[in-house]
């Protein structure tokens, strides 16, 4: 049974992916793939996702640099979230956070809780 | 401004919920929320989620005991991923597994790589 078989795609066709860094165990974002993103992450290692806003294909790190070399990867138990675990090159996020998640809910209110990255 | 306005519900009026456990930093799970359960969960401390094969209300632990308090809540730059950390009582699973993500990807196929929780 290929891994794909227990993959479910919902009505888009798209599968969640949460990444996670390797080193901390930081949520670094979530993205979403299709059945051709999945097989070209796992044939390449690296993660290529479907951008749901562009509608196409988006090979993580190709304008920005910031790969991300898949490590570990995880199914849940209904098949439809993945779980990647990955070597983060540079910030995850585009706002040149290392994660996505770099805003809190302090005292009702988010609060930004990460500094930026130094660009190279 | 309120926490709830900085968040992107999508078309069907639900926003993505990466819990992760607070202890751990293990990603325990996947759900979705509508406003009325991300505001009750914001408001009660407690996961509460809409389910979206039952099409309704879902509070974590309501038959399972199985409860997910509330421990810090991150937004992501887009607005439409939340990542809660949580104290998780139990099995985060309803399969008897602490993290859903219970198969890792080994060798080309699925492998089970946690022990099922003891019953109480």
Not at 9 to 31: C, P, R, S, W, Y
Not at 107 to 117: A, G, Q, Y
């Amino acid at each position: 049974m290929a891994l794909i078989d227990s993959v479910k795609f919902d009505e888009k066709g798209l599968v969640t992916a949460v990444v996670q860094d390797i080193l901390t165990n930081e949520v670094l974002m979530v993205a979403y793939m299709n059945r051709e993103t999945f097989l070209e992450t796992i044939d390449s290692g690296r993660m290529v996702y479907f951008s749901r806003s562009r509608g196409k294909r988006w090979l993580k790190g190709e304008t920005s640099g910031h790969f991300q070399i898949v490590k570990e990867l995880y199914i849940d138990c209904d098949g439809d979230s993945m779980l990647f675990k990955v070597k983060q090159t540079g910030a995850a996020c585009h706002e040149n956070y290392f994660s996505c998640f770099f805003r809190k809910c302090e005292s009702s209110s988010w609060k930004i809780i990460r500094t930026k990255m130094e660009d190279k």
